[in-house]
Structure formats: structure tokens, C-alpha cells
């Protein structure tokens, strides 16, 4: 499944920057600066940085950024988007469960799932998930913050109905979905197999809490709408605030 991911976003990542949540890059990035407070010249690790679009506007403002992400077609773009505006960031192919550069930062970031959520028929979500913010916490200097914006489980929950237990795409003893959903994206629909497992909230401060992170803080996470603000239970998103134990 995680090549299916790879492909998937490998063929998305010529039209990724024309979906409706990316066009809020500069007003995102002004409350991450006010979320984390860090001098110029950081260094930042943007996983699952997509094309670009935070890591290459940190950059403009002076910090020193790495941006990694499995799928090479997203980091060719991305590395075409930062020659184009003149900015430095370093690309690295790797997957987030897995990765490890040998070196700690400033900062680290995971936004827009960043990976987190995309597991496969036979990954164990918690293990999944957990096995990224484990990576994280060993790139993260102890003090360090760490931003992450990630799917809502309680959006999901409020959504589900009997009838979709019934026909077995959604358990509720497991929290998993699994479902094929059509897909509305800027080069057409797309019919994708889904396996998620959200969760919500206090599961992914616990999560955190195991990786080595303080969780100060679970703000609303929607695109375009990122403040210091509670979480709303329809939000497709959330953002957790920590810190690098």
C-alpha cells in the first residue's frame, strides 16, 4: 500500500498545487512563526512536505529547511517550485516510518497528514503512526517544538452510520474504516481504496506523550483557519503543539 501511496502521489504531483487547501501557504506559515517563536537561521524538517509549499516559505523568511517526503514526483516539483523563487531547501526521498537523516533540528513539522493515516491491508494503524512521531522525536533537539496538523477522528465519527457498519465499512469496535470514495481532484475524479484508522484527540496525545513529546496544545486545524482556537468536531483536521521532551 505504500507504494500505491508513492504512485498516487507521484501522478497528483503536477496538478497538487491547484486543490483549494493550498492556496493559504503565507498566512500558514505566519502562525507557524508565531506558534514556534524561532530565530532565523533554525533549522526546520518539514516531513511529509509534499511540494513544498511551507518548507520553501520558511525559507524565504530566513530558516534553514529540510524537506522530506516519499514521493519523488511531489520533491520534483517542489525542487522546480524553489529554483524558481531562489531559495535553498534540502529534498530528501524517504518514507517517514523509517527514515533517518543522523542529525536533530530546531524545529520539526508534519502538516496536511504529512503521512500520518496513509496506512496499507496490512499495516497496524497505532503501530503506523506512532512509528512517524517516534522518527520525529530522534530529528527533534530536546526543547524543540513540533507542529502537526492531522486527520479529525471525530469528524469521522459523526459521519458514520449503522448502515455503513453493516455493510462493513466502518468497525466500531477498531475505529477502522474501509471503503472505496471517489476522489474530486484538479486533474479528475479518482476512485481510491480507503483504510483509516483516525483517532481522535486524547489517542494522539497519548501517541505523542510514548513518542517523547509534550502536547501543550489541540487547536483547530483547518486549512486556511489556523488559530489559537478549540478543535471543532467537524473540522476535517486538527493541530497538536508540542514539545521535544
Known sequence: MKQEWQAFFDAHAPH?????????TVAEVDFLISLVA?????????????????????????????GLDISQG???????????QGVDVRWIQGDATTFDLGETFDAT????????GLIGTHDDPETHDLSILQRIAAHTKPGGPFVMTTLNGYNVIRQMKDEMTAEGKFDPATMVSAYIDEWELPEGSRHIQIRERLFIPPEIV?????????????YGGTAGHWARRPLMLDEIEAMYVSVRA
Open 74 to 84: 511531489m520533491l520534483d516539483v517542489a525542487t522546480r517550485k524553489a529554483n524558481e
Open 206 to 218: 497519548r501517541m505523542l506523550k510514548v513518542a517523547g513529546f509534550r502536547c501543550d496544545a489541540v
Open 16 to 24: 497538487y498545487d491547484e486543490n483549494p487547501f493550498t492556496q493559504h
Open 109 to 116: 513539522l508534519c502538516l496536511c497528514e504529512g503521512g500520518l
Open 38 to 66: 524561532l530565530p532565523t537561521g533554525a533549522s526546520i524538517l518539514d516531513v511529509g512536505c509534499g511540494t513544498g509549499r511551507h518548507s520553501i516559505e520558511l525559507a524565504k523568511r530566513g530558516y534553514r529547511v529540510t
